[in-house]
């Protein structure tokens, strides 16, 4: 039973343009949401995260929005550039005190930034 | 240099085959974690060590072990490899009241 979902695989955007990458979560219990970036060969890295407590955390050209309500969250790039090109995971983790980095993955999605 | 180093990258080996996976890490951190990774699945959990002393079972632990020699060495063995265990897998690293973790370069397994 996948707790966390990316439902798309891939994604192909125009440089310049905004990126949207979509997650889904099934468990009231997550309240930590983390985004990944991994290119091939390399192991994924930290890019963003955001608490249950907020519904939006910014990082430059990066920013993740939280709906609790829809159990619901998205990373937004922009303007997206070719170097963002790589394998996107969202992430969730229960509550902070009960061993924060067992983190529960998507599927992930490949964007790919056209030029 | 990595600061989560996984040994060896690749590795082909047999069915039926005793393997292990190394990870070292110099972050000083004291929480290690073994994820594997699937395609359409995502990362999961395998093994993670809060401390030196402390081994917990992850959400897909059947068919594998661990050993935490020293606060940095954590290494993942396959006592019987088999072919669904084929994979890329991942160790990685975090400190207490942290959520970030911090991962290696992966290693891919493939058992045949």
């Known amino acids: 039973d996948q707790q966390v979902k990316q439902n798309s695989p891939s994604l192909r955007v125009q440089e310049g343009r905004i990126s949207i990458l979509n997650c889904d979560y099934t468990n009231s219990m997550f309240d930590y949401f983390l985004w990944y970036k991994k290119y091939p060969a390399e192991g994924p890295t930290f890019l963003i995260s955001?608490?249950?407590?907020?519904d939006k955390n910014e990082d430059g050209r990066f920013t993740v929005f939280l709906n609790k309500s829809a159990k619901h969250l998205s990373l937004h790039i922009v303007p997206s550039q070719p170097g963002d090109s790589a394998v996107y995971f969202c992430?969730?983790?229960?509550?902070?005190?009960?061993?924060?980095?067992?983190?529960?993955f998507g599927q992930g999605t490949r964007l790919t930034i056209n030029p | 240099d990595a600061d989560v180093t996984q040994t060896p990258r690749n590795r082909i080996t047999k069915t039926g085959k005793r393997i292990m996976l190394e990870c070292s890490q110099t972050?000083?951190?004291?929480?290690m974690y073994w994820y594997r990774q699937d395609p359409g699945l995502g990362l999961r959990l395998i093994y993670y060590s809060f401390d030196v002393k402390d081994i917990n079972k992850g959400e897909i632990s059947d068919g594998y072990s661990v050993s935490r020699q020293a606060q940095a060495k954590f290494s993942l063995s396959l006592e019987s490899a088999i072919p669904n265990q084929t994979a890329l897998y991942f160790c990685a690293t975090g400190r207490p009241g942290d959520t970030e973790a911090f991962f290696g370069q992966g290693t891919r397994l493939t058992v045949v």
């Open positions: 955001i608490s249950s407590i907020k």
């Open positions: 972050k000083g951190h004291d929480r």
């Open positions: 992430a969730a983790s229960p509550i902070l005190t009960q061993g924060a980095q067992k983190l529960v």
